[in-house]
């Protein structure tokens, strides 16, 4: 069984920044792609941006040019670099990583739990 954890949240003033962790626990896998995704009140959940296991990203226009996702393979662990917040980024923030078990030759969405971000002053 697989397990995504994040970390790094919090409340911050707009123009501030933050950083948050996805570190993937678990054994007998493999990462495919993994993406951050996020939830505002009443809203649904939206994907803003994406990085491939040889590294490619694609970002939502929302946080193109803000933020920046990254990963080390060697540790298991993606990055969210969240620069000039702004209070419209207020959200609860997730983690998503599609998983390929030893074995098996489909990928499973595997999700962490959240971590609130508030962009407020």
């Known amino acids: 069984q697989v397990h995504l954890v994040e970390s790094g949240g919090g409340l911050v003033q707009p123009g501030g920044s933050l950083r948050l962790s996805c570190a993937v626990s678990?054994?007998?896998?493999?990462?495919?792609?993994m993406g951050w995704y996020r939830q505002a009140p009443g809203a649904e959940r939206e994907l803003i941006t994406t990085i491939t296991s040889d590294g490619s990203t694609g970002y939502a226009d929302s946080v193109k040019g803000r933020f920046t996702i990254s990963r080390d393979n060697a540790k298991n662990t993606m990055y969210l670099q969240m620069n000039s917040l702004k209070p419209e980024d207020t959200a609860v923030y997730y983690c998503?990583?599609?998983?390929?078990?030893?074995?098996?030759?489909?990928?499973?969405?595997?999700w962490g739990q959240g971590t609130q971000v508030t962009v407020s002053s």
């Open positions: 678990g054994s007998m896998f493999s990462i495919n792609s």
């Open positions: 998503n990583a599609k998983i390929i078990y030893t074995g098996e030759n489909f990928s499973t969405n595997v």
